[in-house]
């Protein structure tokens, strides 16, 4: 009996020890399981908020580097550079798809911009320019306000401003060519590789053997604008006469081009207010001169200090070596390598005007 009592009792020692080493088991394994699961969930949390930032940080990271490199490659044409889908443009075969989401984005705008880039490095060597051209600016939301250079007025502020300079802070020039006399098809392929933006001013008289040249010129983004039908010298002629050259050319550049011109240069740049109310008549809103002259050889100023200023408009013309002392590629390396030398970027006129 004495050793039935002393099992019996070992036995319920021994099955206290185990009630308690199974239950301290189960609630650490429970606690554990209920921490784990915590911990997991706030780590979730603060992972997707790293996550976040990480996105953000890399992406800024992404537009600094590549723009970075960008403007590397820009510095001069003889630097090396990928052109436009080369392999630099394109992932690795094999490699991983492009991201999507904010961070594909930016990095496809980037992609984008370095290759516009690579592009205009290299058409500045093929081109001969010493330089590679500025990239111009994004053009105003909203255009400022034109008004009569001092000087320039005829009595009347309601007329179609005259003016040489576009009011702007941005280091810009703008580039014009009037008449038309020289339809050299390699200007418009130099142009559209080199990606300036110009205008035209064209006189019928010199352009009406060739519409076609100005049409392919237009399809290029080169807006047309009117330069009078003989190119006469205007303050010596009547009102009536001034309004034939002026609104004469505006009925046919609508007929062969689809657009009636807002802009509007005399010949020479001469005028009186019998001009500019004859401009007026027919559909012109503004008068632009010019602050500079580009010749293949040399460039002419109208300012004092002989130099260019934001928002200059400069003059070329269309010629050949007929009439100047080289071609029009000759005349756009020559005004080209001025303008990006004093560290200028050429706009286009009518997203200021």
């Given at each position: 009996?004495?050793?039935?009592?002393?099992?019996?009792?070992?036995?319920?020692?021994?099955?206290?020890?185990?009630?308690?080493?199974?239950?301290?088991?189960s609630?650490?394994?429970?606690?554990?399981?209920?921490?784990?699961?915590?911990?997991?969930?706030?780590g979730?949390?603060?992972?997707?908020?790293?996550?976040?930032?990480?996105?953000?940080?890399?992406?800024?990271?992404?537009?600094?580097?590549?723009?970075?490199?960008?403007?590397?490659?820009?510095?001069?044409?003889?630097?090396?550079?990928?052109?436009?889908?080369?392999?630099?443009?394109?992932?690795?075969?094999?490699?991983?798809?492009?991201?999507?989401?904010?961070?594909?984005?930016?990095s496809?705008?980037?992609?984008?911009?370095?290759?516009?880039?690579?592009?205009?490095?290299?058409?500045?060597?093929?081109?001969?320019?010493?330089?590679?051209?500025?990239p111009?600016?994004?053009?105003?939301?909203?255009?400022?306000?034109?008004?009569?250079?001092?000087?320039?007025?005829?009595?009347?502020?309601?007329?179609?401003?005259?003016?040489?300079?576009?009011?702007?802070?941005?280091?810009?020039?703008?580039?014009?060519?009037?008449?038309?006399?020289?339809?050299?098809?390699?200007?418009?392929?130099?142009?559209?590789?080199?990606?300036?933006?110009?205008?035209?001013?064209?006189?019928?008289?010199?352009?009406?053997?060739?519409?076609?040249?100005?049409?392919?010129?237009?399809?290029?983004?080169?807006?047309?604008?009117?330069?009078?039908?003989?190119?006469?010298?205007?303050?010596?002629?009547?009102?009536?006469?001034?309004?034939?050259?002026i609104?004469?050319?505006?009925?046919i550049?609508?007929?062969?081009?689809?657009k009636?011109?807002?802009?509007?240069?005399?010949?020479?740049?001469n005028?009186?207010?019998?001009?500019?109310?004859?401009?007026?008549?027919?559909?012109?809103?503004?008068?632009?001169?010019?602050?500079?002259?580009?010749?293949p050889?040399?460039?002419?100023?109208?300012?004092?200090?002989?130099?260019?200023?934001?928002?200059?408009?400069?003059?070329?013309?269309?010629?050949?070596?007929?009439?100047?002392?080289?071609?029009?590629?000759?005349?756009?390396?020559?005004?080209?390598?001025?303008?990006?030398?004093?560290?200028?970027?050429?706009?286009?006129?009518e997203?200021?005007?």
């Amino acid at each position: 009996m004495h050793l039935v009592r002393q099992n019996g009792k070992h036995g319920q020692r021994n099955g206290q020890r185990n009630g308690q080493r199974n239950g301290q088991k189960s609630g650490q394994e429970s606690g554990r399981g209920n921490g784990q699961e915590g911990g997991q969930g706030a780590g979730r949390g603060n992972g997707r908020r790293r996550h976040r930032f990480r996105v953000r940080a890399t992406g800024a990271l992404l537009l600094v580097a590549a723009l970075g490199s960008g403007c590397a490659a820009e510095g001069g044409s003889g630097g090396a550079a990928h052109p436009a889908g080369g392999a630099q443009g394109r992932p690795a075969a094999g490699g991983p798809a492009q991201a999507r989401g904010p961070a594909g984005a930016l990095s496809a705008y980037v992609q984008k911009v370095r290759a516009a880039r690579a592009a205009r490095v290299a058409a500045a060597r093929k081109w001969g320019l010493k330089l590679t051209p500025l990239p111009a600016p994004a053009p105003p939301r909203t255009k400022p306000e034109i008004t009569f250079r001092k000087g320039f007025e005829v009595g009347d502020d309601s007329l179609p401003p005259v003016f040489t300079t576009v009011p702007t802070k941005e280091r810009i020039v703008f580039l014009t060519i009037d008449d038309g006399s020289e339809k050299d098809p390699e200007l418009l392929k130099m142009m559209t590789e080199l990606d300036i933006p110009y205008s035209a001013f064209l006189s019928d008289y010199v352009t009406s053997d060739d519409y076609g040249y100005f049409e392919r010129m237009q399809g290029r983004g080169v807006v047309l604008n009117n330069h009078t039908l003989n190119h006469r010298y205007l303050p010596g002629l009547s009102y009536d006469e001034q309004e034939k050259e002026i609104c004469g050319q505006q009925e046919i550049m609508e007929k062969r081009f689809g657009k009636r011109p807002r802009l509007f240069r005399p010949p020479y740049g001469n005028y009186n207010g019998d001009t500019l109310r004859a401009a007026r008549s027919c559909g012109v809103e503004a008068v632009p001169l010019w602050s500079a002259e580009a010749f293949p050889d040399h460039m002419e100023w109208r300012e004092w200090d002989r130099d260019l200023h934001p928002g200059d408009i400069v003059l070329t013309h269309f010629r050949g070596k007929a009439d100047w002392k080289g071609t029009m590629p000759d005349m756009i390396r020559q005004v080209m390598n001025v303008i990006t030398a004093k560290g200028y970027a050429v706009a286009k006129l009518e997203d200021y005007v």
